[in-house]
């Protein structure tokens, strides 16, 4: 009796586990995607982040740095 209550209450943990895995991975199908307006302030936030990094990229620091290391690179390799 013990064995087949334990492997009866396995079963029932098991089948309580993947039941919840997928409550919890499915959702309630309400909100499923973004809306317009999340779409929106994300690609603003895109968009800023990009033109941000454009502008550090481009400054003559930064290409100065990058030349350089393109240029210690190229030194160490031959």
Same mark, same amino acid.
């Given at each position: 009796?013990?064995q087949?209550? *334990? ?6 943990? /098991?089948?309580? /586990?993947?039941a919840?895995?997928? &409550? &919890?991975?499915? !959702?309630?199908?309400r ?10 302030? !994300?690609?603003? *936030?895109?968009c800023a982040f *990009?033109?941000? /990094? ?9 290409q100065?740095l990058?030349?350089?290391?393109? +240029?210690? *690179? /190229? +030194?160490?390799?031959?």
């Amino acid at each position: 009796m013990g064995q087949a209550s *334990a492997g009866r209450t396995r079963c029932d943990r /098991l089948r309580w /586990l993947r039941a919840r895995w997928a &409550l &919890l991975t499915t !959702g309630s199908h309400r909100d499923r995607g973004m809306s317009t307006a999340e779409y929106a302030v !994300g690609t603003i *936030a895109a968009c800023a982040f *990009a033109a941000i /990094l454009f502008k550090v990229v481009t400054s003559s620091e930064v290409q100065q740095l990058i030349t350089g290391l393109i +240029n210690r *690179a /190229l +030194n160490v390799a031959g």
